[in-house]
Structures are given as C-alpha cells and as structure tokens.
C-alpha cells in the first residue's frame, strides 16, 4: 500500500490498522502507522487513536501522550476514546495518581464529557488499589453529570468491596443496583458476593444467593463452582 500511487486513502489505512491491532499485533500496527506519517499519509483522529491503544497495551503510555500532543499539532481534536485509552493505559502501569489527576483535568478543564467507558476505567483503577470509597465517590459523581453507570461499573466496586471483606457495603450497592437503579446482575455480579461470603463462612447467605441465581435463571459459571468446591467445608466424620 505505500509503494501504491496514488496513496490510499486515509479510511484504507485504517481499515489496515484496525485489522491488525485486533490481532493484537501491536508493534507491527504502530510501525504502520510511523510509516504512513513519513510518507504523509494524512492521519486522523481514528488512526492516531488505534496508535495509542497500541501504545497502552505495550506498557508504553508515554508514548501514547506523546502521540496525544501530536494530535494537538495536527489540529486533529481527541475524542473520549483517545482519553479513556490513555487512562487505562496508565491504570494498567499503576499508575493511578497519574490517571486520577488526567481524569480531574478532562472535567475541569472541559476536553470531553466522560462516559461511562471512562468512569469504569478510573473505578477499575481505584478499586484495584483498594480505593473503595473513592469509587463509590465517582459512582455518585456519574449520577450527578447525568451518566448512566452499567452493570460492569457496580460489579467492579462490588467485587472489590468482596476481596476487602466489607461484605455488608457490598450488599448495600447490590441492593442499591437492582432495586434503585434497575440494574439487572449477572453471574459475576452473585460470584463476587458469594466469594465475599465464602471467605466469611456465611454458608447459609450463600445458599440464598444460588437460590436467587436459579430463580433468575443465572447459571454460575467455573469460577462460581470454583468458589464453591474450594471454599465450601466438608462435614467431618466423628469416630
């Protein structure tokens, strides 16, 4: 295709980097992508953002805010994708102040409304270090900026309110979730609760739970029966 005159079009290219990130080939795509620059194939805010998630799922964020400030050069505007690929990069890094202070700045200085692909992306973030509270804090600022959150964004919190023992906090978003929000859960959602139980020997909740889940018709998957064989004890024998 580069060796082609005339060039093709821009769509064409990113047809091709599309294609080949989705094979997870990542370091061909951004070498691709350099080449398409140097022999001025015109790029856009699609192919500059695939370079980043390439950039991002190589552990290479730095090099992804360096694409960023190209796209300001460019004059090409970054979309909540771009910026939401970013903060996940930075999560997968550890790197969580990083991502919570680019977080603030999108809001702040308005670059782009986050949606909810963004906000379980800094919750995802939060809850793996822990940060319970400050996830449930952004849960409630979604509502407050009229953003929906979804299944995902409740089990992330749930599940991490599980793994830290604070079973009763995460009943309380469970209850929150279904009966307030109208948010169906799914089986990860009854498998974090009933880990959390398991690891507190509360066998009795956790029957309830696989009741719900079959009056639900939730099937539990093998992480569910998992949980169960490993957790569960077993009646000893009086001699």
Not at 57 to 62: E, L, P, V, Y
Not at 76 to 83: K, Q, S
Request: net charge positive; with cysteine.
């Amino acid at each position: 295709m580069l060796h082609t005159r005339p060039l093709p079009s821009v769509v064409k290219f990113t047809q091709l980097l599309t294609a080949v990130s989705k094979m997870k080939h990542f370091s061909s795509c951004l070498h691709l992508f350099k080449q398409m620059c140097a022999v001025g194939v015109p790029v856009d805010k699609y192919s500059i953002s695939i370079a980043i998630r390439c950039c991002c799922q190589m552990s290479r964020t730095n090099d992804g805010f360096a694409l960023l400030a190209s796209c300001f050069r460019r004059a090409v505007v970054p979309n909540v994708f771009v910026f939401s690929t970013l903060l996940d990069g930075l999560v997968l890094e550890d790197r969580i102040l990083e991502a919570e202070i680019l977080f603030k700045k999108l809001i702040k200085q308005k670059l782009c409304e986050p949606d909810v692909v963004m906000y379980s992306t800094m919750i995802k973030g939060l809850c793996k270090f822990g940060n319970n509270d400050i996830a449930i804090g952004l849960l409630r600022l979604m509502d407050e900026r009229g953003c929906k959150p979804n299944t995902v964004v409740y089990n992330t919190i749930i599940d991490s309110l599980c793994k830290d023992k604070l079973i009763d906090d995460a009943y309380k978003l469970f209850k929150e979730m279904v009966s307030h929000k109208g948010i169906l859960p799914n089986v990860i959602t009854y498998t974090s609760l009933i880990h959390g139980l398991c690891n507190l020997c509360r066998w009795d909740e956790v029957s309830k739970l696989l009741k719900e889940m079959e009056d639900l018709r939730i099937s539990p998957n093998f992480q569910t029966f998992s949980i169960l064989v490993l957790e569960e004890p077993y009646p000893t024998s009086k001699e």
